[in-house]
Structure formats: C-alpha cells, structure tokens
C-alpha cells in the first residue's frame, strides 16, 4: 500500500516534482519560465500563477498592463500587469502559452525573508495546476502533474 498513489498516477501518465517545506508553511517549487529556472511558492489559493514585477527582464517576459487588481498576503488593490504566451516547464512537464501576472511581490518576499526562508520568483498558482490535473502528496511532499 505504501507506493500505491505513487505507482498509479505514474502509470496513468503523471510524472513527479519534489516540493520542499518552507519554514514558514509553504511549499516551494523549481520552476522554469521561458528557459530561466526559478523558485516559485506552489499556492493552491492563488487562482492566477504570478511573477514579481522585479523578475520580469530575468524571464524575458512581455508585460502588458492589466486591469485586474492582485490581492493576498496582506496586500490589497496591487497594480499588475500580464505577461502572455510564456513557456513554463516543472520537472518534465511542459506547457506553452501559458499567462502569467506580474505583481509586487515585496511583501511576499520581506514575509519569508524575516522567517529565514528564501525569497522567490513567483507563485505558481491554480491556473497551473488545473492544466496540469495536478495531485498533491501532503505526505511525502510530492506534486504530481499529467504529461
């Protein structure tokens, strides 16, 4: 029983990333966008995966202004903009044309900077992990995400 959720999605097609437990809760995750690698907070809360306005150059991506409003982490009504048709790739998956919303990221960072964790890149968000049928091991801190 113990390797029966791993074996079954790997046999339907899944393959699997290894998350890592932040000292504040959170989970992180490698990410690449656009060819750049990248460490991303996995954030099944956030409907849209999103990039720090100061990682824009860093990931090549094209920013538009946008009209939604970002939210979270104790920040509200937060500028954005949006950034379409980018290549994301976590473990072997793959996925292209992917959108991604470009916000301050700042307190996010100062949060998890101030508990001794490392700053990140970006949130991947539900977006992602919707494409992606995405299963979460709790347990063994495992995403799973369909080939």
């Known amino acids: 029983m113990e390797n029966?959720?791993?074996?079954?999605?790997?046999?339907?097609g899944f393959t699997k990333i290894k998350l890592h437990l932040t000292r504040t809760n959170?989970?992180?995750?490698?990410?690449?966008?656009?060819?750049?690698?990248?460490?991303?907070?996995?954030?099944?809360?956030?409907?849209?995966?999103c990039v720090g306005f100061d990682a824009v150059e860093?990931?090549?991506l094209k920013a538009k202004d946008s009209p939604i409003r970002a939210a979270?982490?104790?920040?509200?009504?937060?500028?954005?903009?949006i950034s379409k048709k980018n290549k994301v790739k976590i473990g072997k998956w793959k996925k292209d044309k992917v959108a991604l919303i470009l916000f301050n990221l700042t307190?996010?960072?100062?949060?998890?900077?101030?508990?001794?964790?490392?700053?990140?890149?970006?949130?991947?968000g539900a977006d992602i992990l919707k494409k992606g049928k995405a299963v979460i091991d709790y347990q063994k801190k495992y995403l799973y995400l369909k080939l």
Do not use: C, W, Y
């Not at 307190?107 to 991947?124: M, Q, R, Y």
């Open 4 to 12: 029966s959720l791993q074996e079954f999605l790997l046999e339907k």
């Open 26 to 49: 959170h989970f992180e995750i490698r990410a690449t966008i656009n060819g750049v690698k990248g460490l991303f907070i996995l954030d099944t809360g956030a409907s849209n995966s």
């Open 58 to 60: 860093r990931f090549n």
């Open 72 to 81: 979270g982490a104790g920040a509200t009504d937060m500028e954005t903009q």
């Open 107 to 124: 307190h996010v960072n100062t949060a998890l900077t101030s508990h001794n964790s490392k700053p990140v890149d970006g949130i991947i």
